[in-house]
């Protein structure tokens, strides 16, 4: 069982940065990829990126390429997700989420573990 805790959402103009991070439970973070997903109001989770278990292989949306970053510190059990150059349409609930095997990063049924979530809201 793994619990997580997403904490670093909040308000911020057009332009600005945050950093989520995501904090797990357990002794065997290391065992699990990780992912984060978003939420806006009305419509489907949708996947942000994702990282595999030593951090070796990352994934991102095409949405957020060259915006966003997906890091993981497994000595602290948490992943991070920094965010520059943010748009209001990153508006959304950023979840994050953990898998004990491979499969497609990108659905959300790949993940067997989710975090209640953090607000994101951005301003324009």
């Known amino acids: 069982q793994v619990q997580l805790v997403e904490s670093g959402g909040g308000l911020v103009q057009a332009g600005g940065s945050l950093r989520l991070s995501c904090a797990a439970s357990?002794?065997?973070?290391?065992?699990?990829?990780m992912g984060w997903f978003r939420q806006a109001p009305g419509k489907e989770r949708e996947f942000v990126a994702a990282?595999?278990?030593?951090?070796?292989?990352?994934y991102s949306a095409d949405s957020v390429k060259g915006r966003f970053t997906i890091s993981r510190d497994n000595a602290k059990n948490t992943v991070y997700l920094q965010m520059n150059s943010l748009k209001p349409e990153d508006t959304a609930v950023y979840y994050c989420?953990?898998?004990?095997?491979?499969?497609?990063?990108?659905?959300?049924?790949?993940?067997?573990?989710w975090g209640q979530g953090t607000q994101v809201t951005v301003s324009s």
């Open positions: 357990g002794r065997t973070f290391s065992s699990y990829a």
């Open positions: 989420a953990a898998a004990r095997t491979s499969g497609n990063w990108r659905i959300p049924v790949t993940y067997d573990y």
């Open positions: 990282i595999t278990w030593s951090g070796g292989n990352t």
